[in-house]
């Protein structure tokens, strides 16, 4: 009986000990939408008892906070856990010094961490001194968490440490799989994924772990460049359904741009309610320094200041590449509108170049006219005076369709109104 017991016991053992090896790909551009992801597969590995987790890393770098995520959560997990590395540059080298073990395969290469500013219309750039500290001393503690060289480390992320042999002052450190076998920063060279699991003692029985449809769909519109676009063309829309009468299409689609654009940031776990409530709150704001008091003063500046906020919390060190490429994709959605639509109520509205039209005489429109708005002035839209009917603008406020209107102002060909008071 006790012997029953104990190769039951050497059995279950044996069964724990060849568990599957879960493969975790770390590829492309890393971003806080992988590193959700990635703290799902971990999540998921320790709760399906696999044997080992094993992250097959080929990437160029990318956003600092995702990777120093994924460093943390790989420091936190009880899994053995092993990089396999075709390439692990700047952020990808932090996220490869995380795990237990390092396995280089052939032609990789591994450092280059420097972190970079990429200005939204200029070179990209190295990050300032405070910057680099921060990080190398991430790289310094992850290291000595690893028992790996500490001074390599560190001179993958400043320039200004110079390694004798390895590089000079000015570049920051990158090694091939030779170089980072010999000096320890890596545990050993394979020649394949099976060769890379074999020599770490990982179960050759693998599972491989692929992005769902949602962080698939978050890493699309959390990129840089779909995400300025989507809010340049959601405020746009929502700028020209303004000057136009009811809510239509134009409406619709520009809130529909706008949800994808929060979407994404929720999906990737960048924003939520906050983000949200600040954005519309400085849109509010906006609205109210165009309509209620003309000009610019506290409430337009508190509104840009809203809308920069919410971006800025969302997108973090990226904020300032999204705003610039929503503010370039708004500036050139406007420019088709005025050189495509000059005809339209909206393009006139916005300009402010609306050409009285005199279909039953020619007379001039004077200050003091009386008359009644055919549309909604919002402020632009459609009067009539007498047999006259011309587009107008309203001096403040919003003027419901069918209210009694007087022209207290002509400016060229701008005829401004007010709201007749009975």
């Known amino acids: 009986m006790e012997a029953v017991k104990r190769l039951l016991a050497l059995a279950l053992l044996l069964s724990l000990a060849l568990g599957k090896t879960y493969l975790i790909p770390i590829q492309g551009e890393i971003d806080p939408a992988l590193a959700v992801f990635v703290d799902q597969a971990l999540s998921r590995a320790e709760r399906e008892g696999a044997s080992g987790v094993a992250l097959l890393i080929d990437t160029p770098g990318g956003r600092v906070d995702a990777a120093i995520r994924i460093s943390d959560r790989l420091l936190q997990t009880p899994l053995p856990t092993l990089a396999v590395v075709q ?43 405070k910057v680099i500290s921060a990080l190398k001393g991430k790289f310094r503690a992850v290291a000595e968490a690893r ?95 303004l000057f136009t009468p009811g809510f239509g299409v134009m409406g619709a689609l520009g809130l529909a741009f706008l949800g994808l654009y929060f979407a994404g940031g929720w999906l990737a776990g960048l924003s939520g309610a906050f983000e949200l409530l600040l954005f519309f709150l400085g849109v509010g704001l906006l609205l109210v320094e165009a309509f209620l008091f003309p000009g610019f003063g506290i409430a337009g500046a508190l509104g840009v200041g809203a809308i920069l906020a919410s971006v800025y919390f969302t997108f973090g060190e990226n904020a300032l590449l999204v705003m610039a490429i ?12 005025f050189r495509y639509l000059p005809r339209t109520r909206p393009a006139r509205a916005l300009v402010l170049e609306s050409a009285i039209e005199a279909h039953a005489t020619g007379e001039e429109v004077e200050v003091g006219m009386v008359g009644t708005a055919l549309t909604d002035l919002r402020p632009g839209g459609v009067a009539r005076f007498g047999a006259k009917r011309m587009d107008v603008v309203a001096n403040r406020g919003f003027i419901p369709k069918g209210t009694p209107i007087r022209v207290v102002e002509v400016r060229g060909p701008t005829v401004v109104v007010e709201a007749l008071e009975e």
């Open 87 to 129: 390439n692990a540059f700047s952020a990808g080298a932090l996220i490869a010094l995380s795990c237990r073990q390092i396995a280089m395969l052939p032609g990789s290469e591994i450092g280059a961490a420097l972190p970079i500013v990429a200005p939204p219309l200029g070179q990209p750039q190295a990050a300032d001194q």
């Open 326 to 337: 929503a503010v370039i994709a708004l500036g050139l959605g406007l420019l088709l509108v």
């Open 147 to 241: 028992g790996r060289p500490v001074q390599l480390a560190e001179a993958m992320v400043d320039p200004a440490i110079e390694i004798p042999g390895l590089t000079t002052k000015g570049e920051p450190l990158t090694l091939s799989a030779d170089k980072a076998v010999e000096l320890k920063v890596a545990d050993f060279k394979a020649g394949s994924l099976p060769e890379a699991l074999r020599q770490a003692g990982f179960s050759p029985e693998t599972e491989r772990l692929t992005p769902g449809p949602r962080v698939q769909v978050a890493r699309f519109l959390t990129s840089s460049a779909v995400a300025g676009i989507l809010l340049a063309l959601g405020l746009l829309l929502l700028l020209l359904e």
